[in-house]
């Protein structure tokens, strides 16, 4: 796939960024697709257009990654289904792009978890559009011949990071005596680095043949550093308090995985484990 055309939505984003550089170190010739193009904050010299320009022009794309937050001209959403049915709205753009020009879609998504998490907002709104937009990608990979990746993906990236949130509330309560109060304490969170998910995205186009059979091909990114908040919450608790009691019954601590010792992204030559207990110690926040 080395050479290729490839136009990459959500650029300026957690993942969109390491993507980038990903792709270009790989020899893909990449355009980067931005909501305002005068609002272009790429690193280094790209071939940048707009939104608009890109959903109407008519080139062809090999590849089409979207790893967009969302499509539309407000810059802030308060209400977390508003983001998803924004991004459920870029969603069918890009169907009716790729039905117009060709191209093989990878765009990404999450759980429909029923409690989402850290979010106090019902189920049904939050996971409307989510569905809506996997529906959408069903009934149109029926019709385009071309496959399309619906990578799933636990809460692990996003503006500022969600992974960040999530530890440095936990090490904050841990701070103060106090076990973390969770919304949804099994939902599971990976906690590797953004250049993972990008490696394994870019191994994925170098090997898309493989999944030529499958017009919608829906497949999870994981790894040994993934597991559920409250597995993770307890193993912390019974290192700092052994004798006290499980924090949650449902808890399997003993099948809790520990992070790559490099974990690049926590800036720390150790695990996710001895990170979080460090940061507990340390009288200055993460």
Known sequence: MEGKNVALLGATGFLGKQILLDLVDSGFRVTVVLRNSKNNSIPFPARIVNLKKFLSCKEEFDLIINCAGYYSKSSRFIEVYKIRKSNYLLIKKLIKFRKRNGGV?????????????????????????????????????????????????????????????????????????????????????????????????????????????????????????????????????????PNESSYNKDSESDHLFDCAPDLIYFKAKYNIIDFTLASIQKKESI
Request: charge should be positive; avoid cysteine; charged fraction near 25%.
């Open 105 to 241: 879609l990878i765009t990404f998504g999450s759980y429909f978890e029923q409690t989402p998490v850290w979010k106090k907002i019902t189920a049904t709104y939050y996971t409307k559009y989510k569905l809506k937009a996997k529906k959408k990608l069903v009934i149109s990979a029926k019709k385009i011949s071309l496959p399309t990746f619906y990578v799933y993906l636990f809460d692990t990236y996003g503006e500022e990071d969600n992974r960040s949130k999530v530890l440095t509330y936990i090490i904050g309560e841990f701070k103060v005596g106090k076990l973390p109060i969770l919304t949804n304490p099994l939902e599971s969170i990976n906690w590797s680095h953004k250049a993972d998910i990008a490696a394994s995205i870019i191994t994925l186009i170098n090997n898309s043949n493989k999944y030529s059979s499958y017009r919608l091909h829906e497949f999870q990114i994981r790894s040994l550093d993934e597991f559920r908040l409250v597995d993770f919450v307890n193993t912390i608790s019974s290192k700092i308090a």
